[in-house]
T-cell receptor, first 116, second 113 residues
Framework: AQTVTQSQPEMSVQEAETVTLSCTYDTSESDYYLFWYKQPPSRQMILVIR??????QNATENRFSVNFQKAAKSFSLKISDSQLGDAAMYFC?????????????FGGGTRLMVKP | DSGVTQTPKHLITATGQRVTLRCSPR?????VYWYQQSLDQGLQFLIH???????AKGNILERFSAQQFPDLHSELNLSSLELGDSALYFC????????????FGPGTRLTVL
């Protein structure tokens, strides 16, 4: 079974600065997808960014980018120019590309605090 | 707004009772997933339905069951409730399985007293 680990329960960053959230995963599969979800105080789960394992190029979405290291099974999220609205729980998630394995496996989450 | 609706938003009940949580997927989405978020277990996958058929099961207790109806809405039934069942229950939907993004509903907060 796949596991996802987020080793930082809490992180803080100064507004306008850059922060990196870590995620590692364990899998024997070669084809899969990785995601970062944001959960603000409203509890809504919002997709931030996604990465296909077969793509070597790191995904970017505006101020959000990932560092995907397939061999190391590492998938970190970098938030640039942090804003107060970025304060939330962030979850790393794994999904198999196999037909039956469509569920998301989540890490334990990292609480990000943004200081003004 | 993801387009996925869940009712009720909050539910307070007693141990031993049975409740039903409802989910309406986004228009056109055939897949429905249920997840449980609790302090003890984090975010866990419970079950996946595709076009009315069960496709995958996760850590779903035998006291829990789900189904997806012909109109594609889904219900999660929780019975013989225990204190530890208190959690936020999310429904997510996608066009089909595979790569497609899962869109999450706002969740149902269940409190078992």
């Amino acid at each position: 079974a796949q596991t996802v680990t987020q080793s930082q329960p809490e992180m803080s960053v100064q507004e306008a600065e850059t922060v990196t959230l870590s995620c590692t995963y364990d899998t024997s599969e070669s084809d899969y997808y990785l995601f970062w979800y944001k959960q603000p105080p409203s509890r809504q789960m919002i997709l931030v960014i996604r990465q296909e394992a077969y793509k070597q190029q790191n995904a970017t979405e505006n101020r959000f980018s990932v560092n995907f290291q397939k061999a190391a099974k590492s998938f970190s999220l970098k938030i640039s120019d942090s804003q107060l609205g970025d304060a939330a729980m962030y979850f790393c998630a794994y999904r198999s590309a196999a037909d039956a394995g469509n569920m998301l496996t989540f890490g334990g989450g990292t609480r990000l605090m943004v200081k003004p | 707004d993801s387009g996925v609706t869940q009712t009720p938003k909050h539910l307070i009940t007693a141990t031993g009772q049975r409740v039903t949580l409802r989910c309406s997927p986004r228009s056109g989405d055939l897949s429905v997933y249920w997840y449980q978020q609790s302090l003890d277990q984090g975010l866990q996958f419970l079950i996946h339905y595709y076009n009315g058929e069960e496709r995958a099961k996760g850590n779903i207790l035998e006291r829990f069951s789900a189904q997806q109806f012909p109109d594609l809405h889904s219900e999660l039934n929780l019975s013989s409730l225990e204190l530890g069942d208190s959690a936020l229950y999310f429904c997510a939907s996608s066009v089909w399985g595979g790569w497609n993004e899962q869109f999450f509903g706002p969740g149902t907060r269940l409190t078992v007293l």
